[in-house]
Every structure is written in C-alpha cells, then in structure tokens.
C-alpha cells in the first residue's frame, strides 16, 4: 500500500537553529511529493514541490527538500529556524501516473516548536 | 485572486444528525478534493471532484457523500453523524488537468464537532 511516514512527531530546535525534517514514502511509481505547513486552526499551505527534474528543490520561507530516491526520502531543511515557524509540517504524496489526481496521501505531521 | 473558501468554518451537531458543508474552489480550478482531519487518524483523503464527476474515493463509509456543481463548487454531506466524525474538513482545489496541474491549495477548513 502507498504509505508516507513522518519519523518525527515533535521536533524543538532554537531559533536560528538548522532545521532537517524526515519524510519517507513507499509507493509503486515516483510519487509527486509535497510538502505542507499548517498554523493552528489554520488549512494547509504549500511549501514546496517535486514532480521530476533538479532533486533539490526550493521553496517559500526559506525551505528547501532534497528528493533521494535511494533512500525513498525527501526531507525538508531550512538553514535558520524563525520563531514564526512552529507550526506543523505535513509531508504528502500522489501518484499521476495512476490518475490518482490530487488524492494525496499525508504523513502523520511533525509538529516543529521554536525555542527563543 | 480570492482562495479557497470554506462554509461555514465552525458547525455543532448532534449525533443522527446530517450535515451538508461547501467549498468554493480557486476560480478557474476544476478539481475539488476533501479531506478529513483528525488527531488520532491524521489527515485522510475521501473523495475528488473534477468536471462534476467524482475521480477519486478514499476508503470512507456511504454516509460520506460529496458532489460538485457546474461552476465548479462542491458540497459534502455527512448523515447519519457519529461523534467520531467530529472533525477539521478541509477542502482543496486545483486546475485538475495534466500532472503540472496537480498542485492543491487548501481553504481554512470546517471545524465540525457531533455531541
């Protein structure tokens, strides 16, 4: 079964602090992969997005992810964490080659606290 | 350019109750998806709207029922409401055509909570 998984559940790092967060994902084909923010109470915000090409990819905010088919991963980094940040970080992927469409499959989140 | 928009964004119910929730997609999207978000099972897929006809369904019960209208806005219902379906619904929407198209912007979402 198609699956995306968030190791992490909880992350603290201090503000200007390097951020990595883990994303794996088991899928047939190379899923599209994205990866999404989401502030309490709040709906979900693209960060950024690999469909082919350049394994690096850059998003808003700062945030870039590195796609390593090897290791079927695609975890998203920041170099410096701002307080505005904490929030939680979703990883999600599809499958066109499959006309799944936009039915996305979500990994369980990582909620990301800032330490002043 | 107006978003995603969700109505209402907060609703109570009682259980054996019905409930019918909107979006109103990106104007020019055509796809629509729904999503179910919960603290113990997460954020669930269950069903996408694209040219009025469903494309895909996620692994929900009958009383879960969605539709989409001709200018592209979508309805879900839920009957029959238990109060495990008390949930954050979000809705998305995309263009919908072609894999370049895939990328879904979400509405705020509908806090429905079932007593």
């Known amino acids: 079964a198609q699956s995306v998984t968030q190791p992490d559940i909880h992350i603290t790092v201090s503000e200007g602090a390097s951020l990595e967060l883990r994303c794996n994902y088991s899928y047939g084909a190379t899923p599209y992969l994205f990866w999404y923010v989401q502030s309490p109470g709040q709906g979900l915000q693209l960060l950024l997005k690999y469909f082919s090409g350049d394994t690096l990819v850059q998003g808003i905010k700062g945030f870039e992810a590195e796609f390593k088919r090897s290791q079927s991963s695609f975890n998203l980094r920041k170099p410096s964490v701002h307080w505005s940040d904490a929030a939680e970080y979703f990883c999600a992927a599809t499958d066109l080659y499959n006309n799944a469409g936009n039915m996305l499959t979500f990994g369980g989140g990582t909620r990301l606290m800032v330490k002043p | 350019k107006a978003g995603v928009t969700q109505t209402p964004r907060y609703l109570i119910k009682t259980r054996g109750q019905q409930v019918t929730l909107s979006c109103s997609p990106i104007?020019?999207?055509?796809?629509v998806s729904w999503y179910q978000q919960t603290p113990g099972q997460g954020l669930q897929f269950l069903f996408e709207?694209?040219?009025?006809?469903?494309?895909n369904k996620g692994n929900f019960p009958g009383r879960f029922s969605g539709r989409q209208f001709s200018n592209s806005r979508s309805e879900m219902n839920v009957s029959t409401l238990e109060l495990g379906d008390s949930a954050l619904y979000l809705c998305?929407?995309?263009?919908?055509?072609?894999?370049?198209?895939?990328?879904?912007?979400f509405g705020q979402g509908t806090r429905l909570t079932v007593v």
């Open positions: 104007s020019g999207h055509r796809s």
């Open positions: 709207y694209f040219s009025e006809t469903q494309r």
């Open positions: 998305a929407s995309s263009p919908g055509a072609g894999r370049v198209n895939t990328e879904a912007f």
